[in-house]
């Protein structure tokens, strides 16, 4: 299994509850392939820079745990939907997977030389 962070910047024209029911679709297909360690959603963000003549999106990031490949189809209905201005899925190193503690055991002492 690998650790992967996903984050999803929604259309900030859509309200609230439309945001939370495109995420919780979100989640039904990772869930489907994957298994979800957490959600964060950080709300209405001003973007750095004007996007497709959008300048507010909702960000959610999603810590997840899939086989090598299993979250091609939701990278590829996250493409398509109107409701996304972007998302980006990266795999997190395994030290950095350790320290959140979504791997292995997290070893909290400091190594004396």
């Known amino acids: 299994m690998r650790v992967y ?19 919780k679709e979100v989640r039904t297909r990772i869930e489907e392939v994957a298994t979800i360690a957490s959600v964060n959603f950080w709300g209405r963000r001003r973007f750095a820079y004007e996007i497709n003549h959008k300048t507010e999106g909702y960000y959610s990031v999603v810590e997840l745990l899939a086989e090598g490949g299993a979250m091609d189809p939701v990278e590829k209905a996250l493409q398509i939907s109107d409701n996304v201005v972007r998302h980006k899925l990266i795999r997190l190193p395994d030290h950095e997977a350790e320290r959140r503690g979504l791997i292995g055991d997290v070893d909290t002492t400091v190594a004396a030389d």
């Not at 962070?5 to 995420?23: F, K, R, W, Y």
């Open 5 to 23: 962070e996903l984050m999803v910047i929604h259309d900030g024209g859509l309200d609230d509850v439309a945001v939370q029911e495109e995420l």
